[in-house]
């Protein structure tokens, strides 16, 4: 079956590192990606990584993929109050009916200055 | 800003009533996708468009229907609406079916 779970929330300080955490359940899954979603905006792709990789990192971002576990983390270096929203992982499938992209719930990270 | 726009931002309507949303992909996005994000129910994958013709159908209602047209822009036409529908209607467009996606601003509808 398809669903994506995240944990609902997460709360940090200013300049420490943030882990969001994701399982999904499509083995056959290409891409794994993570979307920011500040309040009263739309979804912001923030990166992304492809089946075959174990992590990617991005400036601050690191993705972690543990595909055996069906895992997927999303590590923020030096969280700052602008990272505060909502975070969704999402899957793809590999083509036809399943190119749709499938999204967890959604974790809530709030950032105490 | 992606590059992805929808119209309207905000829309009010009635119980019964039928809208419009319309959604204009980024330059060179084929593929169009829409997706209801509620509280209850998160963000759900409605439909899937690739170059005109539907690619992947979702938790669509019998009373919601699609369409992209050939300048490659698509509408969500939402009809006998109901309290329930009221959420956040978002679009997004890739390249391919299978690139990443970029998703416009949403609109969100109240239903009252």
């Known amino acids: 079956g398809e669903d994506v779970e995240q944990s609902l929330f997460l709360s940090v300080r200013e300049g420490d590192s943030s882990v969001i955490n994701c399982t999904y359940t499509?083995?056959?899954?290409?891409?794994l990606y993570w979307y920011k979603q500040e309040p009263g905006a739309g979804l912001q792709l923030l990166t992304y990584i492809f089946s075959n990789m174990d992590m990617k990192q991005d400036q601050r971002l690191t993705v972690l993929l543990n595909k055996k576990d069906k895992h997927l983390s999303l590590r923020i270096a030096d969280t700052q109050t602008g990272d505060s929203a909502i975070y969704f992982c999402a899957e793809r499938g590999q083509g036809g009916a399943t190119n749709k992209l499938i999204f967890g719930t959604g974790t809530l990270l709030a950032v105490q200055p | 800003d992606s590059g992805v726009t929808q119209t309207p931002k905000h829309l009010i309507t009635a119980t019964g009533q039928r809208v419009t949303l319309r959604c204009s992909p980024r330059s060179g996005d084929l593929s169009v996708y829409w997706y209801q994000q509620s509280l209850d129910q998160g963000l759900q994958f409605l439909i899937q468009?690739?170059?005109?013709?539907?690619?992947a159908k979702g938790n669509i209602l019998e009373r919601f229907s699609a369409q992209q047209f050939p300048d490659l822009h698509s509408e969500l036409n939402l009809s006998s609406l109901e309290l329930g529908d009221s959420a956040l209607y978002f679009c997004?467009?890739?390249?391919?079916?299978?690139?990443?996606?970029?998703f416009g601003q949403g609109t969100r509808l109240t239903v009252v």
């Open positions: 468009y690739y170059n005109g013709e539907e690619r």
């Open positions: 997004a467009s890739s390249i391919q079916p299978d690139t990443e996606a970029f």
């Open positions: 499509d083995s056959s899954s290409t891409y």
